[in-house]
């Protein structure tokens, strides 16, 4: 075992060395990078990015809310965020009343901000391999409670690299206390909504901003009126001087999931199977959500988090199949493994071997996936999983059940109910006798939807009755889905590659490509944990003759402006700043006008969990917040293409613009140190 960690040892580091752009790095081998990252304009060290000795950009790095990313830029634990990373904190503080996605949130002092309970971030301490020592015996619950013993508040993880090639410990600081302190109003923060969403040109402010508190000793803690802001040991300078075509840029962030090296196999499955199935059942969903929210104030603000985050992964397939299609992927894939099968005869048994294992899982992982995306879409049967977990005090359960009816309309989830159990009756393969029955004596999946909501008492928060829970159709209908649910709960893992009948065999499949393809950059898939990506600013030909340049500027937003589409009506502030050109310090002369900078596009591969990262210029200096790729780039999670892939940066002078004339919030800009 150590002989063959040895071995991948050395091919790991003769193949980290090679020159490509593309490529998510771990920052504690960023040495091996750094001079190609030199030739390109970066002017700081290794040691600058990550260091375990003194304090580096690293520190200024926050894992936010689980799935984003977001950065340090006051000395005072301010962060800055996306405003989709952030919504649903902001949807959680805002009421018909008080509605803060619509009119935006602006706290005028520290004692405004807005405590939001379940918000967490982490700050990486250090990550180190760990890879000898599981070989030696030494268990991963083992490692994990050596390392949270080492500090207050510290959380650690064990994270796989290479289908298990490596493993690596990540060490972070747990934040309890974070409270939001500023958000645009939607039609800033996102502009054009679902229309805009992947696309290029682009006018989005997407940003919002928090804090992180700590106890006196500047220690994680847990809320309390007692806590003061947070002081990090680093926190990025913000840099106002611009970008143009071809500056470097660096992105540092916690990416979440790619698969660079799946198979021919995997690839058809995600372009002809999953994709096409789980794009249908949320177009169904959006469409239903989506014209509840046009009839009511109050369904609008109660679903604005759920139906963002249902239309955020449907666009994204729905560009990942054309670029999968586009760039011929599926044929790429064959024609590699070919060449391997050719020059490799002796390891050709691991195509076969991989081949096999994808055909003995497929129908278990689609029925993952299709119940995931139709019948876990039936939420009234929270109630009961609430309602009978034993784990909950009283009191626990009454405020779960609180949060749960807040953003919960009956009429939405029963015609959800009714289009998603049809889904997956015409889809599944798979049933539970129970299931089975119950359709049948109702007569079929949408009049069984029907029924339940016709019966229930569980419709909403004054109805609920705990003594009413066993006898309610949901709690039938959740019984009899509960097998299933058990079943289907087998193939959970971050992709169909990584089941482990089928991961088994990538393993020692990456490792013959190491020794193989020595030309190959190759970079371990992102996993949540955190990363360097590197790349220039840059347009592309999105088609033939129509070539996009790099940055939009406030006249396309004026252009998109229009009072009766609520994703386009932009407040009144922003109106009238354009027509007074009262710009303020953030204006600039940009091709012959006077003007303020929005977006920027990059050739920094980046993928969902890089939203809210820091985008750096050559010093190491904040230019901007990733929020998004190009909808020709949302295949780059399985082929990056450096002639088409770009993220969408939002300007940060586009930020300090939004927060000073629209926000009239110049206290956090003079805490930024601008």
């Not at 071995?7 to 998510?24: N, Q």
């Not at 649903?88 to 008080?98: G, L, R, Y």
């Not at 040109?201 to 992180?212: L, M, N």
């Not at 020595?518 to 371990?524: D, H, L, V």
Request: net charge negative; proline share 3%; with cysteine.
């Amino acid at each position: 075992m150590k002989r063959s960690l040895l071995i991948f040892a050395l091919l790991f580091a003769t193949t980290f060395s090679a020159v490509a752009d593309k490529g998510m790095w771990l920052p504690s081998l960023i040495s091996s990078r750094i001079s190609d990252m030199k030739s390109k304009g970066f002017k700081l060290s290794a040691e600058d990015i990550y260091s375990i000795n003194k304090a580096s950009m690293k520190d200024a790095v926050v894992l936010f809310d689980g799935g984003c990313t977001g950065e340090i830029i006051s000395e005072k634990g301010l962060i800055l965020t996306n405003h989709h990373c952030g919504y649903d904190a902001i949807q959680a503080h805002s009421t018909v009343e008080h509605d803060y996605l619509t009119d935006g949130f602006w706290a005028m002092n520290h004692e405004e901000e807005l405590p939001c309970p379940g918000l967490k971030v982490h700050i990486l301490v250090r990550m180190e391999e760990v890879t000898e020592r599981l070989a030696a015996g030494e268990t991963k619950e083992e490692i994990i409670a050596k390392a949270k013993a080492e500090g207050v508040g510290f959380h650690a993880t064990v994270e796989s690299m290479y289908y298990g090639n490596m493993a690596y410990l990540f060490i972070y600081r747990e934040f309890n206390d974070v409270r939001l302190v500023g958000a645009p109003p939607t039609t800033i923060g996102k502009f054009g909504a679902d229309n805009d969403n992947w696309i290029w040109p682009r006018h989005t402010g997407d940003f919002s901003i928090f804090r992180i508190y700590a106890n006196e000793n500047n220690e994680p803690a847990a809320y309390s009126a007692e806590n003061k802001p947070y002081k990090p040991a680093r926190h990025f300078q913000i840099s106002t001087k611009g970008v143009k075509e071809g500056d470097f840029t660096m992105i540092y962030g916690f990416p979440g999931n790619t698969q660079e090296y799946i198979t021919s196999d995997a690839v058809k499955y995600i372009a002809e199977t999953a994709d096409p199935t789980k794009i249908d059942l949320r177009t169904q969903r959006l469409d239903i959500i989506g014209a509840a929210q046009a009839k009511s104030t109050e369904t609008r603000i109660k679903y604005a988090a759920k139906q963002a985050n249902i239309a955020n992964a449907w666009k994204k397939w729905q560009g990942e199949v054309k670029g999968i299609n586009r760039l011929g992927t599926y044929g790429k894939k064959v024609a590699y493994e070919e060449r391997f099968r050719k020059d490799n005869p002796d390891k050709a048994y691991l195509l076969d071997s991989l081949s096999a294992a994808y055909e003995r899982n497929m129908e278990g992982y689609f029925h993952y996936e299709l119940f995931n995306e139709s019948l876990r879409g039936i939420e009234l049967a929270q109630v009961v999983t609430i309602t009978n977990n034993t784990k909950l005090s009283a009191e626990q359960k009454q405020a779960a059940l609180e949060l749960f009816y807040k953003d919960f309309d009956v009429n939405v989830d029963r015609d959800i109910a009714i289009a998603m159990l049809t889904a997956y009756e015409k889809h599944a393969t798979l049933f539970t006798p129970a299931l089975k029955e119950l359709l049948a004596k109702h007569g079929g999946a949408a009049a069984y939807a029907e029924w339940i909501y016709a019966n229930t008492t569980l419709g909403s928060l004054e109805s609920y009755n705990a003594e009413n829970v066993a006898n309610d159709p949901i709690t039938e209908f959740a019984e009899a889905i509960a097998p299933l649910r058990a079943h289907v709960s087998k193939y959970a893992y971050r992709n169909f590659s990584n089941i482990p009948d089928i991961e088994r065999w990538f393993r020692p499949y990456v490792k013959a490509l190491m020794e193989w393809d020595k030309k190959r950059a190759f970079f371990p898939d992102a996993n949540l944990t955190l990363r360097v990506a590197y790349g220039k600013v840059a347009g592309y030909e999105y088609a033939d003759g129509e070539y996009h340049l790099p940055q939009t500027t406030l006249e396309g937003i004026i252009a998109k402006d229009n009072p009766e589409i609520y994703d386009y009506n932009v407040p009144q502030a922003l109106r009238d700043a354009y027509a007074t050109k009262d710009y303020g310090r953030w204006g600039i002369e940009l091709n012959g006008k006077y003007t303020v900078p929005v977006c920027f596009i990059a050739t920094n591969h980046t993928t969902g969990g890089n939203s809210g990262s820091p985008v750096l210029n050559r010093k190491g200096e904040l230019i901007g917040v990733n929020f998004d790729r190009t909808w020709l780039s949302t295949m780059s999670d399985i082929e990056f293409d450096e002639t088409l892939c770009r993220n969408i940066i939002c300007d940060i002078r586009y930020v300090l613009f939004v927060v000073d004339k629209v926000g009239g919030a110049e206290w956090l800009i003079k805490e930024m140190g601008i």
